[in-house]
């Protein structure tokens, strides 16, 4: 149930977020191949709207040491929010059956940094709570990049980048 909802919530994420680039050939095979029924795109979306909300409340948590809603926030982002109320079991099969492997594999480590987060925030630690947050905002747009360009463009890129490291 739990891995469940993990790659339930990620693939939320992919839905609303921002950058990141991984060009794994088997992300690229892999990103055109999913499809899901309209009811559960829904639920995705929805699952999506409140992750966005989420990301902008923990910033400020940070920033100002509320580090219970730090915690708070991102043990609901780990535990998803609307997804694990409301998906059906026949949802559940269907989205585990058509997730790529690449994708699930992603969603398990959004879902790790949002547990770090948690637990840097109820130890009141203001630099790893920092760090986990970047991770996690890293790991949205990494998933954006390949799995939702069609929603965020400015993902995509004709093989050249603007700048590099």
């Known amino acids: 149930m739990v891995k469940m909802s993990r790659i339930i919530f990620f693939f939320l994420t992919v839905l609303t977020f921002a950058v990141g680039a991984d060009t794994s050939k088997e992300a690229s095979a892999e990103k055109d191949n999913i499809q899901l029924s ?4 829904e639920l995705l979306r ?14 400020v948590g940070i920033a100002t ?24 079991p026949d949802q559940k099969k269907e989205l585990a059956s058509s997730l790529p492997e690449h994708f699930k594999r992603m969603d398990s480590y959004f879902h790790l940094q949002a547990m ?29 990049s390949i799995y939702a360009t069609s929603k965020f ?5 004709d093989g050249k980048r603007a700048h590099e490291h």
């Open 38 to 41: 309209p009811e559960l795109m």
């Open 46 to 59: 929805a699952e999506m709207r409140a992750l966005l909300g989420a990301v902008q409340i923990i910033p």
């Open 65 to 88: 040491a509320d580090w219970e809603t730090v915690a708070d926030t991102s043990a609901q982002i780990r535990g998803s929010y609307i997804l694990n109320q409301k998906i059906t």
């Open 116 to 144: 770090k987060l948690e637990d840097a925030a109820m130890n009141h630690d203001a630099d790893l709570s920092t760090f986990y947050y970047y991770r996690l905002i890293e790991t949205c747009t990494a998933c954006h």
């Open 153 to 157: 463009p400015n993902f995509s890129f």
